[in-house]
């Protein structure tokens, strides 16, 4: 999914707390295996498929919605969906509902040879791309479609406090012009003098104390602060804020009417155009462009 929270959102720690998610479940099928049979199974290195087809991407998005929809996915997604509603958690329950998403996703591809890590994901995310080049535009299209129904399975069941049955039901599409509009405007949000000040201040200040904090505390801290910034800043501050302006309301529910709507679009490449420029922008602010990391990584190595 091509827009701004999901370019933040999909760190390091959550890839971790997706594969967390992965093994339990893993653990679980090793148990009830070792009931099924004596017999001993050569462990060998999975491997992934070397190219995908049509029915082997449907397969991956048909699995990740089954356990959405019906398995352990739906269980975590209400929990999150029952925790304190307010402006000030959407973040955390954003995190949250991406943990759960990768995580599922984790165990189809698993299942079939991929990696059980960010690394599986990507390489996976690479080879629908190769032949997303080579299928006509109807075969594309109904792909499309798929990948935005399941997002749109994720967060209405994360945010169905927020966002009611009718809400879904009434939820106006945007034609590409008008999401193309809606993200520009976004982009350009990002790219003003407060918002990047605001950026710079606060993830200026940031300092691990704790002599024991995990490696990379500093940068997720900072991710998580440049997603607030994002909410409360780019999409919900001002007045009017940009969700209102853009007529999907106020609010929490008007932020997820717009990713809803969104949604619709999100492999456009314009659209990914302007908000990846954009963020790419406030990352570097952040200190969270990859020159930043790698000489945070090489002062680290140093002793610096």
């Given at each position: ?40 199974i050569t ?215 717009m990713q ?13 155009q302007y ?30």
């Amino acid at each position: 999914v091509s827009n701004s929270h999901l370019l933040l959102t999909k760190n390091q720690q959550q890839f971790q707390q997706s594969q967390q998610y992965h093994s339990k479940w893993h653990q679980q099928k090793q148990q009830v295996c070792s009931f099924s049979s004596k017999a001993t199974i050569t462990q060998e290195q999975p491997q992934p498929p070397t190219s995908l087809t049509m029915e082997m991407i449907f397969g991956v998005t048909s699995g990740t919605e089954l356990m959405i929809r019906h398995g352990l996915g739906k269980q975590h997604l209400q929990k999150i969906s029952s925790m304190d509603c307010s402006v000030d958690t959407i973040v955390p329950r954003w995190q949250k509902m991406m943990e759960v998403y990768l995580g599922s996703q984790l165990h189809i591809l698993a299942g079939l040879g991929y990696p059980a890590d960010d690394s599986g994901i990507n390489i996976y995310n690479q080879q629908v791309q190769q032949l997303l080049g080579t299928i006509d535009p109807s075969k594309q299209e109904e792909l499309r479609v798929a990948g935005r129904d399941l997002w749109r399975l994720v967060l209405s069941t994360t945010f169905s406090s927020v966002v009611s049955d009718d809400d879904l039901e009434s939820q106006v599409e945007v034609s590409i012009v008008d999401a193309r509009n809606i993200m520009h405007k976004v982009s350009q949000r990002m790219m003003s003098t407060e918002v990047l000040e605001r950026v710079a201040k606060i993830c200026g200040g940031v300092v691990v104390l704790d002599p024991n904090a995990p490696t990379g505390s500093e940068h997720l801290q900072k991710h998580t602060l440049v997603q607030e910034i994002m909410i409360k800043d780019v999409y919900l501050g001002g007045e009017p804020s940009l969700v209102n302006e853009c007529g999907f309301g106020d609010g929490e529910k008007g932020y997820i009417r717009m990713q809803l709507a969104i949604a619709e679009h999100q492999n456009d490449p314009l659209v990914a155009q302007y908000v990846g420029g954009a963020m790419m922008k406030i990352l570097e602010v952040a200190g969270l462009d990859q020159q930043s990391l790698q000489q945070a990584a090489a002062n680290s190595a140093a002793g610096k």
